[in-house]
């Protein structure tokens, strides 16, 4: 079973409005990620937690906070967002960290969610 | 930074036909990725590749690692309508980014 689900599946919310993009993995992978995806394009890198721990931010704006509160949950909490932040959020997961040993990163797999379509008014 | 030049960037087929694409590199990488995406979801993955020279099948696909390790191709035999979509790939090196390729659209006249 390699399924990630992700919470709300549409979100429509105001510049003010504060909001949670959830995400929630039971195939006990290490790493999770956040990627943004606008139309036509491919997904972009946003957020990587390994072993619960931030690994890489993708220099995203502060209005985006992510939060990993355990191996099996992934959050990313909206805040003052912007009309240009509408788009696909994806989450994804893997098995290995990279901070598990690099050379056995090899073969690592990404799964990815539904995806969460995010839109501000 | 790491690119991938994806091609083609959409294809128009009749159904029935055979259908290849293909990722080019600037940079190796150890593991080759091939997702599908339908409007509205998120990317599903269809292929996996680990090792250059790599060959794998699944079902109609088969996609392949190139031994130069900068380049991957997938095929599609006898296309169906649910073969619609934009088909990705994805290209990992030594760190946990993946890279992306720009995608190829593909769609199917019945």
């Known amino acids: 079973d390699t399924e990630v689900t992700q919470t709300p599946k549409h979100l429509v919310m105001g510049m003010t409005n504060k909001k949670s993009l959830k995400c929630e993995q039971h195939m006990g992978h290490r790493a999770m990620y956040w990627y943004k995806q606008k139309a036509k394009k491919p997904p972009e890198l946003m957020f990587v937690?390994?072993?619960?721990?931030?690994?890489i931010n993708e220099s995203v704006p502060s209005r985006f906070s992510p939060e990993c509160p355990n191996s099996s949950l992934l959050n990313l909490h909206l805040h003052a967002l912007q009309p240009e932040d509408s788009a696909l959020y994806l989450c994804a997961s893997s098995q290995r960290s990279y901070f598990d040993r690099p050379a056995a990163f090899s073969g690592n797999t990404i799964y990815f969610g539904e995806g969460s379509w995010l839109t501000v008014v | 930074g790491q690119q991938l030049n994806q091609s083609p960037q959409s294809m128009f087929i009749q159904e029935g036909e055979d259908v290849s694409m293909n990722c080019t590199s600037s940079?190796?990488?150890?593991?080759w990725l091939w997702y599908k995406q339908d409007p509205g979801e998120g990317p599903v993955l269809l292929i996996a590749?680990?090792?250059?020279?790599e060959l794998t099948s699944n079902g109609r696909l088969t996609a392949q690692f190139g031994i130069t390790r900068k380049d991957s191709f997938l095929n599609i035999s006898a296309s169906i309508p649910s073969d619609v979509g934009i088909y990705f790939c994805a290209g990992q090196g030594g760190a946990q980014k993946l890279v992306f390729g720009q995608g190829t659209r593909l769609t199917i006249n019945p």
């Open positions: 590749l680990y090792k250059a020279g």
């Open positions: 940079s190796i990488f150890n593991t």
């Open positions: 937690y390994s072993y619960e721990k931030l690994s």
